[in-house]
């Protein structure tokens, strides 16, 4: 049987992967980074961000700093108590895994509950459902970017060298407030954000297919295997062929 939990987590720079089958779980930034990958989205958990996983939903992490996150696991279909009102609500919510920006009201207040549960461990249950029904009152700010787009059409050039403008003219944005907006909405710059996607996409074909390293480099954007091979290991604290073992 699920239960509801709400701790905080420390997590290390070890890559590890893993699904969670009955529940929903909210993974929120308190300190440093704790990167991210779900189905074919990803990215850094920061203070302001959280990240959703639906139930099911494999994800791999690692923390290159010892990120530090408030952690809230919930059954997607039993409300908290309190919020039975809102149960159609809270199944939305959680139905699909995605990493959200958070409004600065609803920063504070996992700041604030963060520090309540580290002192009063008792009070978790209590904290879990002000902090779902603060996600289910007061949605967090739209996206100024159209990520799909964006997503679609990196996937669609991946092979080939991308530049920022490519990204902000499809954005209908100049590059200056292309990259202001990929800060505010994804938490790193676009050449980042396109680094990860790279790699997010290559960790992908390791895992699914069985393609050559060397095809999924080229495929992924990368000049040669072994600038390719530097660069997954360095995201992904392992080798693709580390990986690709494990598969």
Request: hydrophobic share 40%.
């Amino acid at each position: 049987m699920s239960t509801t939990r709400l701790d905080i987590h420390h997590y290390s720079g070890d890559a590890a992967a893993h699904t969670h089958e009955e529940q929903a779980q909210l993974v929120f930034g308190l300190q440093g980074t704790l990167e991210l990958a779900f189905n074919n989205d990803g990215g850094p958990v920061q203070a302001g961000r959280v990240a959703i996983i639906a139930a099911s939903d494999r994800h791999a992490f690692f923390s290159p700093d010892q990120g530090r996150c408030l952690v809230l696991d919930v059954d997607p279909d039993v409300p908290l108590p309190g919020l039975e009102p809102q149960r159609d609500s809270q199944l939305q919510l959680l139905e699909h895994s995605r990493l959200s920006p958070l409004t600065p009201a609803q920063t504070r207040l996992v700041s604030s509950l963060a520090g309540l549960i580290d002192q009063h461990p008792w009070l978790a249950e209590q904290s879990a459902a002000l902090l779902l029904g603060s996600l289910l009152g007061q949605p967090a700010p739209a996206r100024r970017l159209p990520l799909e787009k964006l997503n679609a059409f990196i996937e669609a050039h991946m092979a080939y060298p991308l530049e920022v403008a490519d990204l902000a003219r499809l954005s209908g944005l100049s590059s200056s407030r292309f990259n202001h907006w990929c800060l505010q909405d994804l938490g790193c710059t676009p050449l980042e954000y396109l680094r990860r996607r790279r790699l997010l996409r290559a960790r992908q074909l390791l895992e699914h297919s069985r393609l050559p390293v060397s095809e999924i480099a080229a495929r992924c954007g990368y000049g040669s295997q072994s600038a390719f091979t530097q660069a997954f290991r360095k995201h992904w604290q392992q080798s693709p062929s580390s990986l690709r073992k494990q598969h």
